[in-house]
């Protein structure tokens, strides 16, 4: 799994200084140009590891985050999807390891070829370190993870 860095997406850091100050995490954010109007996607998730996050949430943020946005482009031909990350949710990037901290995760671990799961400790830019149903803590680094996933048992 690829580790790519928040600060490295542009515009992230100023669009989640703004959703964190509305008590929520930008999870992700892509900004696609083309010819006529500029896609914007955005994902987030509560500060709370088992928090849901509604119609209403999307709703409130997408009201503050779109105008910035445009700001920060130079355009108001933009379109805006907001998203929340939903139970089923993959994890793409490593990085939101880091933003689930606290959350229960699956991970497909390609050394023993299969999932193993837990509650996401910690996760730094290497890897990510679980805690077991049992008490046990271990880590996985992203080279080793193909696939991860909520885990809503």
């Not at 896609?39 to 997408?62: F, L, R, W």
């Not at 995760?105 to 070829?113: A, E, G, P, S």
């Amino acid at each position: 799994m690829e580790y790519t860095s928040y600060k490295s997406i542009k515009y992230y850091d100023e669009c989640a200084a703004l959703v964190e100050g509305m008590g929520y995490k930008l999870v992700e954010l892509k900004i696609v140009p083309s010819k006529t109007t500029t896609k914007i996607s955005a994902m987030i998730a509560s500060t709370e590891p088992d928090g849901n996050i509604g119609v209403n949430d999307c709703a409130k943020v997408h009201r503050v985050l779109l105008p910035r946005l445009e700001a920060l482009l130079g355009t108001e031909d933009t379109m805006m999807e907001l998203t929340s990350p939903g139970i089923e949710h993959n994890i793409k990037n490593a990085a939101e390891f880091a933003v689930f901290t606290g959350r229960s995760v699956r991970v497909w671990d390609k050394t023993i070829t299969d999932w193993v799961g837990g509650k996401i400790l910690s996760a730094d830019d290497k890897q990510v370190t679980l805690e077991a149903e049992d008490g046990n803590k271990f880590s996985v680094s992203y080279e080793n993870i193909a696939k991860a996933k909520f885990d809503n048992k």
